[in-house]
T-cell receptor
Framework: RKEVEQDPGPFNVPEGATVAFNCTYSNSASQSFFWYRQDCRKEPKLLMSVYSSGNEDGRFTAQLNRASQYISLLIRDSKLSDSATYLC????????????FGGGTRVLVKP | DVKVTQSSRYLVKRTGEKVFLECVQDMDHENMFWYRQDPGLGLRLIYFSYDVKMKEKGDIPEGYSVSREKKERFSLILESASTNQTSMYLCATHAGVSGNTIYFGEGSWLTVV
């Protein structure tokens, strides 16, 4: 079993709709969680950190469920520009080398 | 803004060639990383460095080596390129304990024929 798993998608989403997807992690020692966004043939960029209490950034909401060992990302009022691959990142220690990336979930927003 | 620069964006090399991928960061970060990204496999860590002349193996170091002679520069070396090393290579930097954000370079697309 992979340490961090994501549904690869694609999630085909009508413009204006809501889409949500999860990322599961297997190591209970995981400490920090992030969502990165990666556009086609570009580098990943930090979208948002995921806090224990859940957090929101505009149309994006991230949640953490430690008991079931998953994080989620919800996108409301989807825009065409939200089309991208969303990478889940799990950090196990303070040092940056203990990062594990999920394979990514591809989201396609269509008019 | 942090800038991570990978000098070569697109390369085509022959099997057996020695390949150098250069990465420079301008934020004085201690930690630097080399990943490769392949469809369905996500990002996999090849090597990382937490200081000048220091290096640690990541998850898939076989067939690669690295060099960190200056803090801002981290080089990935393929001693003898093989077709299974065709991939996108991403350099990244991180502030260490004090920071969470990983900053990536734009990526180097390597094709080995």
């Amino acid at each position: 079993r992979k340490e961090v798993e994501q549904d690869p998608g694609p999630f085909n989403v009508p413009e204006g709709a809501t889409v949500a997807f999860n990322c599961t992690y297997s190591n209970s020692a995981s400490q920090s969680f992030f969502w990165y966004r990666q556009d086609c043939r570009k580098e990943p960029k930090l979208l948002m950190s995921v806090y224990s209490s859940g957090n929101e950034d505009g149309r994006f909401t991230a949640q953490l469920n430690r008991a079931s060992q998953y994080i989620s990302l919800l996108i409301r009022d989807s825009k065409l520009s939200d089309s991208a691959t969303y990478l889940c990142v799990v950090k196990r220690g303070a040092a940056g080398n203990k990062l594990t990336f999920g394979g990514g979930t591809r989201v396609l927003v269509k008019p | 803004d942090v800038k991570v620069t990978q000098s070569s964006r697109y390369l085509v090399k022959r099997t057996g060639e020695k390949v150098f991928l250069e990465c420079v960061q301008d934020m004085d970060h201690e930690n630097m990383f080399w990943y490769r990204q392949d469809p369905g496999l996500g990002l996999r860590l090849i090597y990382f460095s937490y200081d000048v002349k220091m290096k640690e193996k990541g998850d898939i170091p076989e067939g690669y080596s690295v060099s960190r002679e200056k803090k801002e520069r981290f080089s990935l070396i393929l001693e003898s390129a093989s077709t299974n090393q065709t991939s996108m290579y991403l350099c990244a930097t991180h502030a260490g304990v004090s920071g969470n954000t990983i900053y990536f370079g734009e990526g180097s697309w390597l094709t080995v024929v």
